[in-house]
């Protein structure tokens, strides 16, 4: 069974850094996509950062140049490196990835339990 297990969210100021954390267990055939999502109350999750199986990094335009999306295979973690927090970046903050699976035919999306980020003085 695959699991992801996310930590790092929290409270900070306006112009703050927090790094999200997303450790994923269990084991795969092959991981096509991993990322993050983010989902403000009432409204739908938007993308806002994912790693392509080619190792291409895509980030939604509100958010280029402030956060960085990384992977640690030796240590199966993705991260989020948020800087300069702003108080629209209050979310919560989901990482998900797509891959096929052990005796699978189709491609899975697994998602993790989700952190709240609050930027707020």
């Known amino acids: 069974q695959v699991q992801l297990v996310e930590s790092g969210g929290g409270l900070v100021q306006p112009g703050g850094s927090l790094r999200l954390s997303c450790a994923v267990s269990g084991r795969m055939l092959r991981i096509d996509d991993m990322g993050w999502y983010r989902q403000i109350e009432g409204n739908e999750r938007e993308l806002v950062a994912r790693i392509t199986g080619g190792g291409s990094r895509n980030y939604v335009d509100s958010v280029k140049g402030r956060f960085t999306i990384s992977r640690d295979n030796a240590n199966n973690t993705m991260y989020l490196q948020m800087n300069s927090l702003k108080p629209e970046d209050t979310a919560v903050y989901y990482c998900?990835?797509?891959?096929?699976?052990?005796?699978?035919?189709?491609?899975?999306?697994?998602w993790g339990q989700g952190t709240q980020v609050t930027v707020s003085s």
């Open positions: 998900y990835l797509k891959a096929l699976l052990f005796g699978a035919t189709m491609r899975s999306t697994i």
